[in-house]
T-cell receptor
Framework: DIQMTQSPSSLSASVGDRVTIACRASQSISSYLNWYQQKPGKAPKLLIYATSSLQSGVPSRFSGSGSGTDFTLTISSLQPEDFATYYC?????????FGQGTKLEIK | QVQLQESGPGLVKPSETLSLTCTVSGGSVSSGNYYWSWIRQPPGKGLEWIGYIYYTGSTNFNPSLKSRVTISLDTSKNQFSLKLSSVTAADTAVYYCARRRFGDGAVDIWGQGTMVTVSS
């Protein structure tokens, strides 16, 4: 199985901050990397697919980059509704493993 | 728009079989553009991919669960189902049905999730 490791596991930030979350794969996954946002008690929501493509309806303050084994999710200017847990997931090979999550909290 | 809805018992006894169904509305499970998936999340923990089924009936499962998992498709009802046998407390989780895209593999539509507790 491909292991996905996110850093940090938790992060405190303020509204308006620029935030970056990292995701590292245990082997190359090309660009098959997706990002999800999950709020308490809700299903995850797809934000970014194929490393850097913005899912329809997702605000442009979200962006993704990377290739191979190292990827990042950036939120350019945090909004109150962005405080949530974020997961990366590889869809390069099965099982389609997820990172352990990064909890983004209000400072 | 496409919506997915899980249904099934919220409580299952240890050693028994967990059975869940996902009803798809606004779209067809017979589409070749998607894989119909199950993903779970134990309380307070991260997401675990269980497996998926394609409209042809082809399946792919997480090796950690493969010996206990069955996923099936009912095109007449536009549903797909999950069966997980010999459950233990470790199988207690929120179970999500979801739609995985064929090309990039992203999961773009999720059900709301259903909590299943394994307890006697």
């Amino acid at each position: 199985d491909i292991q996905m490791t996110q850093s940090p596991s938790s992060l405190s930030a303020s509204v308006g901050d620029r935030v970056t979350i990292a995701c590292r794969a245990s082997q190359s996954i090309s660009s098959y990397l997706n990002w999800y946002q999950q709020k308490p008690g809700k299903a995850p929501k797809l934000l970014i697919y194929a490393t850097s493509s913005l899912q329809s309806g997702v605000p442009s303050r979200f962006s993704g980059s990377g290739s191979g084994t190292d990827f990042t999710l950036t939120i350019s200017s945090l909004q109150p509704e962005d405080f949530a847990t974020y997961y990366c997931q590889q869809s390069y090979s099965t099982p389609h493993t997820f990172g352990q999550g990064t909890k983004l909290e209000i400072k | 728009q496409v919506q997915l809805q899980e249904s099934g018992p919220g409580l299952v006894k240890p050693s028994e079989t967990l059975s869940l169904t996902c009803t798809v509305s606004g779209g067809s499970v017979s589409s070749g553009n998607y894989y119909w998936s199950w993903i779970r999340q134990p309380p307070g923990k991260g997401l675990e991919w269980i497996g998926y089924i394609y409209y042809t009936g082809s399946t792919n499962f997480n090796p950690s669960l493969k010996s206990r998992v069955t996923i099936s498709l009912d095109t007449s009802k536009n549903q797909f189902s999950l069966k997980l046998s010999s459950v233990t407390a470790a199988d207690t989780a929120v179970y999500y049905c979801a739609r995985r895209r064929f090309g990039d593999g992203a999961v773009d539509i999720w059900g709301q999730g259903t909590m299943v507790t394994v307890s006697s």
